[in-house]
């Protein structure tokens, strides 16, 4: 029979803090030291000794060695030492190879590492490979999907960058940035996540309607400045470039008036052929539009691509059934944006055009 017991103030003589075990055997009760005596630098071993001596009658003095200064003055914590574990299967210069190749090609599969030559003489799994990775701060996420930019793309993209670089963000306010979406029915509604039990997964209130061609879809065009929304219009049919000079005509000088920008505004477009065209060129120049100079491959230096998903977003949490709902839903919505989304938006232009110059004209977070 044994148990933990404090030390009390019955034994000062032997230690003033721990933990004793109390032994019942044949000869009585018999107090052993075990954690306290460590801590006044007595071993386990001598103080079965002194406690021993206890029994037959000799001092501790004459059982266990007296203990020094520099274990009463110590200032650090006795924590257990722990053993540094399993070597590592792969050396040092192995894991600087295998992160030297991830980083040459970041597509490689840990699979791929895995069945590759660069480790001779040494089998290794695919968690290890991953473990070497993560402790290099790599880990696998997916890649974001950017425009092919080819080197006049990119050296057009850094010379934009550069040249609007200075530009205060009066500049930027009086910009009306322009562009055309498409908006599926169906189409953006199925990655959602629902919850049920197993064996629930073809349930009708488990599942999302799918149709081919996403159900049908409206084209529109938009515009918007720092100021908000202006006008939004859905495309009928294939856009050409005299449909786009007709919407041009209704609603370019009407969404100016709304958003009310100054004499110095701007227009904004991209390098479509049906926005360039001599056709738009023409009727641009005969109104006395002023249009920014842009670079083509360039939507994420685009203001309105960013309203524009804000806008599917808005509309897919509505869940339009037909496509007349659809575009009743997105007209809805456009008009709820609230001007200071869109002042937020232009004030935190000049951050893109940093970060081209950053990445010397490549793709941007953005």
């Known amino acids: 029979m044994f148990g933990f017991y404090r ?4 034994f000062p003589s032997l230690c003033t803090e ?3 075990i109390l032994v019942l055997d044949y000869a009585g ?4 030291p075990v954690y306290g005596c460590i801590l006044c630098g007595y071993s386990v071993r001598q103080s079965l000794l002194a406690w021993t001596g206890v029994i037959i009658k000799i001092p501790f003095s004459h059982v266990l060695p007296p203990v020094p200064d520099s274990f009463h003055n110590r200032t650090t914590d006795i924590t257990p030492s722990y053993r540094s574990g399993r070597r590592h299967v ?3 210069r192995d894991e600087r190879t295998l992160v030297r190749k991830v980083q040459i090609n970041p597509r490689t599969t840990a699979k791929d590492l895995v069945s590759s030559s660069i480790f001779t003489g040494t089998k290794i799994s695919i968690s290890t490979v991953k473990q070497v990775l993560y402790r290099h701060n790599l880990k696998g996420r997916p890649a974001r999907k950017k425009p092919l930019l080819q080197n006049h793309h990119k050296k057009a993209r850094l010379w934009f960058a550069t040249a609007h670089g200075d530009k205060d963000c009066t500049f930027w306010r009086n910009i009306l940035w322009s562009d055309e979406t498409k908006i599926e029915l169906f189409g953006h509604n199925d990655h959602r996540y629902v919850w049920r039990k197993k064996g629930e997964a073809c ?4 599942t999302i309607p799918n149709v081919k061609h996403g159900g049908g879809s409206i084209m529109l065009w938009g515009c918007f400045a720092a100021g908000g929304t202006g006008a939004l219009h859905k495309i009928g049919g294939i856009m050409r470039q005299e449909n786009y000079v007709d919407i041009l005509k209704q609603h370019l000088k009407t969404s100016v008036g709304k958003l009310t920008l100054g004499c110095k505004w701007v227009f904004q477009i991209d390098s479509d052929p049906k926005h360039t065209s001599k056709v738009v060129a023409k009727w641009l120049k005969d109104n006395k539009v002023k249009v920014l100079e842009w670079p083509s491959q360039s939507p994420d230096l685009n203001l309105i691509e960013h309203l524009l998903a804000e806008l599917e977003k808005r509309v897919r949490a509505r869940r339009p059934t037909n496509l007349t709902q659809l575009h ?7 008009a709820k944006i609230h001007p200071t989304y869109c002042g937020k938006l232009v004030e935190g232009y000049p951050k893109r055009l940093t970060q081209v110059k950053h990445f010397k004209g490549n793709a941007t977070k953005y």
């Open 7 to 10: 030390l009390t103030s019955s």
């Open 18 to 20: 721990g933990y004793f």
């Open 29 to 32: 009760l018999l107090f052993v």
């Open 90 to 92: 792969l050396s040092p």
């Open 203 to 206: 349930k009708s209130k488990n």
């Open 328 to 334: 009743q839903v997105c007209q809805e919505e456009w």
